[in-house]
Protein backbone atom coordinates (compact mmCIF):
# COMPACT_ATOMS: atom_id res chain seq x y z
CA UNK A 1 0.00 0.00 0.00
CA UNK A 2 1.55 2.98 -1.16
CA UNK A 3 1.42 6.12 1.16
CA UNK A 4 1.45 10.30 0.80
CA UNK A 5 4.28 12.23 2.13
CA UNK A 6 3.38 15.98 3.18
CA UNK A 7 5.62 18.60 1.44
CA UNK A 8 5.22 21.81 2.81
CA UNK A 9 3.10 24.39 0.80
CA UNK A 10 6.31 26.55 1.40
CA UNK A 11 8.34 24.34 -1.17
CA UNK A 12 5.95 24.13 -3.73
CA UNK A 13 4.77 27.84 -3.55
CA UNK A 14 7.91 29.88 -2.33
CA UNK A 15 6.80 33.02 -1.22
CA UNK A 16 8.00 36.03 -2.89
CA UNK A 17 10.04 38.08 -0.59
CA UNK A 18 9.00 41.33 0.23
CA UNK A 19 11.40 44.23 -1.25
CA UNK A 20 12.56 47.01 1.37
CA UNK A 21 10.80 49.43 -1.82
CA UNK A 22 7.26 47.61 -1.93
CA UNK A 23 7.31 47.70 1.76
CA UNK A 24 8.14 51.63 2.08
CA UNK A 25 4.57 51.83 -1.59
CA UNK A 26 2.65 50.46 1.22
CA UNK A 27 3.91 52.32 4.20
CA UNK A 28 3.25 55.64 1.92
CA UNK A 29 0.14 54.27 0.70
CA UNK A 30 -1.46 53.82 4.16
CA UNK A 31 0.43 57.39 5.71
CA UNK A 32 -1.50 59.20 3.12
CA UNK A 33 -4.43 57.79 3.28
CA UNK A 34 -4.26 58.31 7.43
CA UNK A 35 -3.61 62.30 6.59
CA UNK A 36 -6.68 62.26 4.20
CA UNK A 37 -8.65 61.04 6.60
CA UNK A 38 -7.52 63.35 9.21
CA UNK A 39 -7.42 66.64 6.81
CA UNK A 40 -11.50 65.22 6.11
CA UNK A 41 -12.12 65.33 9.89
CA UNK A 42 -10.63 69.06 9.96
CA UNK A 43 -12.99 70.05 7.15
CA UNK A 44 -15.66 68.67 9.05
CA UNK A 45 -14.87 70.40 12.42
CA UNK A 46 -14.39 73.36 10.50
CA UNK A 47 -18.24 73.09 9.12
CA UNK A 48 -19.31 72.52 12.49
CA UNK A 49 -17.78 75.33 14.15
CA UNK A 50 -18.99 77.31 10.68
CA UNK A 51 -22.59 76.47 10.92
CA UNK A 52 -22.31 77.33 14.80
CA UNK A 53 -20.53 80.96 14.45
CA UNK A 54 -22.38 82.22 11.47
CA UNK A 55 -25.66 82.63 13.02
CA UNK A 56 -24.23 84.24 16.13
CA UNK A 57 -22.37 86.96 13.63
CA UNK A 58 -25.66 87.54 12.20
CA UNK A 59 -27.46 87.60 15.24
CA UNK A 60 -24.59 90.05 16.67
CA UNK A 61 -25.27 93.00 13.71
CA UNK A 62 -29.09 92.73 14.16
CA UNK A 63 -29.07 92.94 17.93
CA UNK A 64 -27.99 96.66 17.47
CA UNK A 65 -31.20 97.46 15.36
CA UNK A 66 -33.51 95.26 17.68
CA UNK A 67 -32.78 97.08 20.63
CA UNK A 68 -32.59 100.75 18.73
CA UNK A 69 -36.58 99.95 17.96
CA UNK A 70 -36.99 99.32 21.86
CA UNK A 71 -35.81 102.46 23.19
CA UNK A 72 -38.45 105.22 24.59
CA UNK A 73 -38.61 108.38 22.71
CA UNK A 74 -38.25 109.85 26.18
CA UNK A 75 -34.30 108.84 25.22
CA UNK A 76 -33.61 110.88 22.63
CA UNK A 77 -36.07 113.37 21.72
CA UNK A 78 -36.42 116.42 23.96
CA UNK A 79 -39.45 118.17 25.89
CA UNK A 80 -42.21 119.49 24.37
CA UNK A 81 -41.91 123.17 24.90
CA UNK A 82 -46.05 123.64 25.48
CA UNK A 83 -46.21 120.79 27.66
CA UNK A 84 -43.08 119.20 29.50
CA UNK A 85 -45.49 115.52 29.98
CA UNK A 86 -44.62 114.88 26.21
CA UNK A 87 -41.61 114.62 24.09
CA UNK A 88 -41.68 116.85 20.67
CA UNK A 89 -40.81 114.62 17.08
CA UNK A 90 -39.42 117.09 14.71
CA UNK A 91 -38.87 115.19 11.06
CA UNK A 92 -35.47 116.17 9.38
CA UNK A 93 -34.60 115.06 5.95
CA UNK A 94 -32.78 112.03 7.17
CA UNK A 95 -35.48 110.49 8.62
CA UNK A 96 -37.36 109.39 5.92
CA UNK A 97 -37.22 108.46 1.89
CA UNK A 98 -39.53 111.21 0.73
CA UNK A 99 -38.32 113.57 3.62
CA UNK A 100 -35.21 113.04 1.82
CA UNK A 101 -36.29 113.46 -1.92
CA UNK A 102 -38.64 116.49 -0.60
CA UNK A 103 -41.90 114.85 -1.61
CA UNK A 104 -42.96 115.59 1.97
CA UNK A 105 -42.35 118.70 3.79
CA UNK A 106 -41.50 118.08 7.36
CA UNK A 107 -43.62 117.49 10.36
CA UNK A 108 -44.03 117.67 13.87
CA UNK A 109 -46.16 116.31 16.84
CA UNK A 110 -45.91 115.65 20.56
CA UNK A 111 -45.95 111.98 22.12
CA UNK A 112 -45.75 110.46 25.10
CA UNK A 113 -41.92 109.78 26.46
CA UNK A 114 -42.28 106.21 26.80
CA UNK A 115 -43.47 105.37 23.38
CA UNK A 116 -41.51 103.45 20.64
CA UNK A 117 -40.83 104.20 17.12
CA UNK A 118 -41.73 101.30 15.18
CA UNK A 119 -39.36 99.82 12.11
CA UNK A 120 -41.70 100.27 8.91
CA UNK A 121 -41.32 97.90 5.74
CA UNK A 122 -39.11 98.83 3.08
CA UNK A 123 -42.09 98.44 0.82
CA UNK A 124 -44.42 100.50 2.68
CA UNK A 125 -41.76 103.26 3.14
CA UNK A 126 -41.92 104.80 -0.38
CA UNK A 127 -38.07 104.21 -0.29
CA UNK A 128 -38.25 101.80 -3.42
CA UNK A 129 -40.54 104.60 -5.88
CA UNK A 130 -39.11 108.34 -4.54
CA UNK A 131 -39.19 111.02 -5.76
CA UNK A 132 -42.24 110.17 -8.06
CA UNK A 133 -44.57 107.38 -5.96
CA UNK A 134 -48.21 106.90 -7.51
CA UNK A 135 -49.37 104.84 -3.82
CA UNK A 136 -49.69 106.38 -0.62
CA UNK A 137 -46.75 104.91 1.53
CA UNK A 138 -45.97 105.23 5.51
CA UNK A 139 -43.52 108.04 6.81
CA UNK A 140 -43.05 107.11 10.58
CA UNK A 141 -44.80 105.04 12.99
CA UNK A 142 -44.95 105.16 16.95
CA UNK A 143 -46.50 103.28 19.39
CA UNK A 144 -47.49 101.99 23.35
CA UNK A 145 -49.03 98.84 23.53
CA UNK A 146 -51.04 100.28 26.55
CA UNK A 147 -52.36 103.67 24.96
CA UNK A 148 -52.19 102.96 21.04
CA UNK A 149 -50.48 103.61 17.87
CA UNK A 150 -49.66 106.43 15.51
CA UNK A 151 -48.60 106.81 12.01
CA UNK A 152 -47.90 109.41 9.09
CA UNK A 153 -49.41 108.42 5.71
CA UNK A 154 -48.26 110.30 2.93
CA UNK A 155 -50.36 110.36 -0.45
CA UNK A 156 -49.56 111.35 -4.09
CA UNK A 157 -51.28 115.06 -4.65
CA UNK A 158 -52.29 113.51 -7.71
CA UNK A 159 -54.64 111.15 -6.56
CA UNK A 160 -56.91 112.90 -5.67
CA UNK A 161 -56.39 116.16 -8.21
CA UNK A 162 -55.00 117.06 -11.21
CA UNK A 163 -54.30 120.81 -10.08
CA UNK A 164 -50.58 121.32 -9.56
CA UNK A 165 -49.99 122.47 -5.46
CA UNK A 166 -53.44 122.29 -4.76
CA UNK A 167 -54.70 123.12 -1.15
CA UNK A 168 -56.75 121.01 0.85
CA UNK A 169 -59.66 123.04 0.61
CA UNK A 170 -59.17 122.62 -3.03
CA UNK A 171 -60.00 118.85 -2.88
CA UNK A 172 -62.99 119.28 -1.40
CA UNK A 173 -65.55 119.03 2.10
CA UNK A 174 -64.07 117.12 4.86
CA UNK A 175 -66.47 114.61 4.10
CA UNK A 176 -64.96 113.97 0.34
CA UNK A 177 -61.37 113.74 1.57
CA UNK A 178 -61.85 111.57 4.06
CA UNK A 179 -63.79 108.61 1.42
CA UNK A 180 -60.56 109.04 -0.42
CA UNK A 181 -58.30 108.48 2.52
CA UNK A 182 -60.19 106.67 4.89
CA UNK A 183 -58.49 103.13 3.79
CA UNK A 184 -55.37 104.64 5.05
CA UNK A 185 -57.01 105.35 8.40
CA UNK A 186 -58.64 102.29 8.76
CA UNK A 187 -56.54 99.46 7.52
CA UNK A 188 -58.94 97.96 5.32
CA UNK A 189 -62.43 99.44 4.28
CA UNK A 190 -64.05 103.01 5.16
CA UNK A 191 -67.48 103.02 5.53
CA UNK A 192 -69.21 106.43 5.63
CA UNK A 193 -71.69 105.65 8.88
CA UNK A 194 -68.27 105.22 10.50
CA UNK A 195 -67.60 108.97 10.59
CA UNK A 196 -68.64 110.55 14.03
CA UNK A 197 -67.51 114.16 13.58
CA UNK A 198 -65.12 116.45 11.39
CA UNK A 199 -63.80 119.84 11.95
CA UNK A 200 -61.07 122.45 9.81
CA UNK A 201 -58.45 124.22 11.41
CA UNK A 202 -55.93 126.70 10.50
CA UNK A 203 -52.09 126.95 11.36
CA UNK A 204 -50.56 130.10 10.11
CA UNK A 205 -51.28 129.77 6.18
CA UNK A 206 -52.18 125.55 6.36
CA UNK A 207 -55.67 124.48 6.89
CA UNK A 208 -55.89 120.66 7.97
CA UNK A 209 -59.11 118.49 8.39
CA UNK A 210 -60.06 116.63 11.36
CA UNK A 211 -61.95 113.53 11.80
CA UNK A 212 -63.08 111.39 14.82
CA UNK A 213 -63.88 107.58 13.51
CA UNK A 214 -65.25 104.79 15.25
CA UNK A 215 -63.96 102.06 12.94
CA UNK A 216 -65.36 98.17 14.61
CA UNK A 217 -63.73 96.61 12.08
CA UNK A 218 -60.42 98.78 11.14
CA UNK A 219 -57.54 96.42 11.21
CA UNK A 220 -55.85 99.93 13.23
CA UNK A 221 -58.00 99.97 16.01
CA UNK A 222 -62.20 100.53 17.09
CA UNK A 223 -60.87 104.18 17.56
CA UNK A 224 -59.30 106.50 14.87
CA UNK A 225 -58.32 110.24 14.85
CA UNK A 226 -57.09 111.86 11.88
CA UNK A 227 -55.91 115.07 10.57
CA UNK A 228 -55.45 115.63 6.79
CA UNK A 229 -53.44 118.19 4.90
CA UNK A 230 -51.70 119.02 1.96
CA UNK A 231 -48.73 121.35 0.58
CA UNK A 232 -46.67 120.71 -2.63
CA UNK A 233 -47.57 117.36 -4.04
CA UNK A 234 -48.71 115.65 -1.61
CA UNK A 235 -51.29 115.17 1.03
CA UNK A 236 -50.31 114.06 4.75
CA UNK A 237 -52.06 112.09 7.05
CA UNK A 238 -51.71 111.83 10.39
CA UNK A 239 -53.73 108.91 12.12
CA UNK A 240 -54.50 108.04 15.89
CA UNK A 241 -55.52 104.61 16.49
CA UNK A 242 -56.55 102.91 19.80
CA UNK A 243 -57.95 99.67 20.35
CA UNK A 244 -61.35 99.68 23.01
CA UNK A 245 -59.34 99.81 25.75
CA UNK A 246 -56.54 102.04 25.10
CA UNK A 247 -59.59 104.56 24.13
CA UNK A 248 -60.95 104.25 27.64
CA UNK A 249 -57.48 104.72 29.25
CA UNK A 250 -55.91 107.13 27.00
CA UNK A 251 -58.56 109.41 24.92
CA UNK A 252 -56.99 112.84 26.31
CA UNK A 253 -53.34 111.56 25.87
CA UNK A 254 -54.54 110.60 22.06
CA UNK A 255 -56.43 114.02 21.09
CA UNK A 256 -53.72 115.78 22.43
CA UNK A 257 -51.40 114.14 20.30
CA UNK A 258 -53.65 114.92 17.53
CA UNK A 259 -53.91 118.27 17.96
CA UNK A 260 -50.23 118.69 17.92
CA UNK A 261 -49.56 117.60 14.30
CA UNK A 262 -48.33 120.38 12.03
CA UNK A 263 -46.27 120.66 9.13
Known sequence: MATASLVPTSKIFPASPKSPASIRARTSVIVASSQQQQQQQRRRELLLKSAVAIPA?????EAP?????????????PPSPSDPSFVLFKAK?????????????????????????????????????QPKCAEPWIEVKFENEKQGKVQVVASPLIRLTNKPN?????LGEPEKVI????PFVTGN?????ELLKTSIEKIG????YKYVLET??????????????????????????????QWQSSQKTLEAILDSFQL
Do not use: M
Not at 166 to 170: K, L, M, Q, R, S
Not at 179 to 182: D, H, N, P, Q
Not at 205 to 208: L, R
Open 93 to 129: PSDTPALRAGNVQPYQFVLPPNWKQLRIANILSGNYC
Open 189 to 193: SYDSD
Open 205 to 208: DQTY
Open 166 to 170: ATIED
Open 216 to 245: PFALTGSHNLAKATAKGNTVVLFVVSATEK
Open 65 to 77: IAEAREVEVGSYL
Open 57 to 61: ILNLK
Open 179 to 182: ASLG
